[in-house]
Structures are given as C-alpha cells and as structure tokens.
C-alpha cells in the first residue's frame, strides 16, 4: 500500500511556489500579497490563520492578518473587504470561517472581488469551475486532486465516488475528477447504501465528518483513497476513513494527519500566486 505523504507533497509544492515567487519578484518587482481576517477568538481558527501566516511567509508572500473581535459589525467587515478589493498590492483575500452568527457569511463572501477570491467560494469561481473554466478552486479539494494525480497521472475513465456534498469539499472535488473525465458519484447522508457504492469505485475521496465510516470492507483492491476528515476522538484524531482497514486494501491511502491537511496550506499560497499571476496578463 502506498501512503501518499501529504507532508512531503505540501513541502515540494512549497519549495516549487518559493522559486516561482522569486521569478515573479525579479519580472514585475513586486510580489504576490495575501490579505487574512480573522474575526474572534476560536483556537481552531487562529492556529490555522497561524499556520496561513507562517507558510505564506516561507514563500516569500506578502502576508497580513486583519483581526476583529467576535462583536464587529458585519458593516465594517464589508468595507474593509471593499479597501482591500481596490489595493493592488493584495492578490488574494480570506476570511477565516466560521463566522460570528451576526454576520452574514454569504454576503461576506459575495464582497470579496471573485479575481482575489483565493478559497473559491465566491459563486462566480463556483460557476466557473463548474463550467470548466479556469477559477479559483476550493484549497482542500485541489490538495486532494493534486495528491490523486501523483498517484493517478490518468484518471479517464476510472470510477470516483466522492463521500460529503458540502460545498466546501464534495461539490467542487466532484467537479474536479469529472474534469479530468471520471465517472462521478457524489453522496450524502441520504444515499442508500454507501458501501456499495463506494465497493464500485477506483477513487475514493471522503469529506464527511463522521471518524472511520469508511471500512475496509467498502474498498475494493487498487482504489486510491483519500481521507479529507479531521475528526476529534478520545483516541485522538482520526479521518473519516478506518485507517488500519483499509491500509490492508486500498492501493494508497493518505493518512490523518499528514495527508490533505498540508496540502490545504500549500494550495491556498498557489492560489493566491495565480490570482497575482492572473492580475498581470
Ligand atoms: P460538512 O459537515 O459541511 O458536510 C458533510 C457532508 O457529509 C454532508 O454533505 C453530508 O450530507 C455528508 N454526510 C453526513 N453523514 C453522512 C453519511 N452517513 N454518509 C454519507 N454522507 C454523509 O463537512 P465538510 O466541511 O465537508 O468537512 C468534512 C470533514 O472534512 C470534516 O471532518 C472536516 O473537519 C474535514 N475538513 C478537513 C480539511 C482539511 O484540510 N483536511 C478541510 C476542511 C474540512
């Protein structure tokens, strides 16, 4: 079984973003900036703004964190979206999500100018991608998609059933693997009988929130799985893919953590790279 080492492919595409940024520095004498605001005090969300920071750093971003108390008024948040929508010296602007209840996140989101909309939410880049034409893709679903192509180069053809319809990670990975012309099933908590659809499938992405669903009796041998969970357990985390299981099946596994995880960070600094890149044609 291969363990496809999210860790390792996170540092190479890292390394790869660096000398790029470098390039873009000498030709254009400016580099790409990534603007953050961060809104509260969740732990969760200040290590990942944390984490965006230091990794955005390590490129050679220009990198920022905007931080609010959970009281802000959705207003202010609005305008200063408007602010950096017209800096040109921002590339990519995030909003760290969640979001106080007071403020609207669709209409946070709807604010952000979709051609520095580096997560993908924005329906404009939700359309595109939809289309099949180019966009700012979600982060963790193009981690995913990267790491399946290193184990996949071709993927026409193949079967792919993609566990979780959140518009976070199901949705846009099933229009990922359909670009690259699998034969997608996308599921949720109301399909029928899960394992056997997951029994026919090639490529496995789960995205679903639940610790272990997926069995090692629910994969057939050679499927590529990838485990998007992050789940807290008294055993500590754990995917939503039984590991142990279904490393005695599967032809590659990525583990959690170690396996998207690091690559959500790695694709967030390449969007804002070809959001800059994009701004320049
Ligand atoms: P979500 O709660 O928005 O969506 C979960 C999806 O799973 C829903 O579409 C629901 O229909 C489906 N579902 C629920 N029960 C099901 C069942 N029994 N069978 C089949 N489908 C079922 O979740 P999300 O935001 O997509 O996150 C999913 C997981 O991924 C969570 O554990 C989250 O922490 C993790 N996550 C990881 C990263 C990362 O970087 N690795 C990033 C984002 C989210």
Redesign the pocket.
Known sequence: MILIDGKKAAAELRADLKQEVAQLKSKHNKVPGLTVILIGDLTPSQIYVRNKEKSANEVGLKSEVIKYPDSVEEKTVLEKIQELNSDETVSGILVQLPLPKHIDKQKVIEAIDPSKDVDGFHPMNVGNLSSGYESSIP??PL?CYLLIKKIEPNLSGKKAVV????????KPMTQLLLKENCTVTI?????KD?KAECLEADIIVA????PE?VRGDWVKKDAVVID????KTDDGIV??VHFDEVSKNAKALTP?PG???P???ACLLKNTIDCFKRSQI
Do not use: F
Not at 207 to 210: D, E, N, P, R, T
Not at 228 to 231: A, H, R
């Open positions: 982060c963790t981690g566990v979780g319809r959140s518009n976070l990670n199901g599921t949720h908590s109301k399909t899960l995205a679903v929130g639940i669903l998007v969970g992050i789940n995917g939503d959690v396996g998207v995880g690559m959500t960070i």
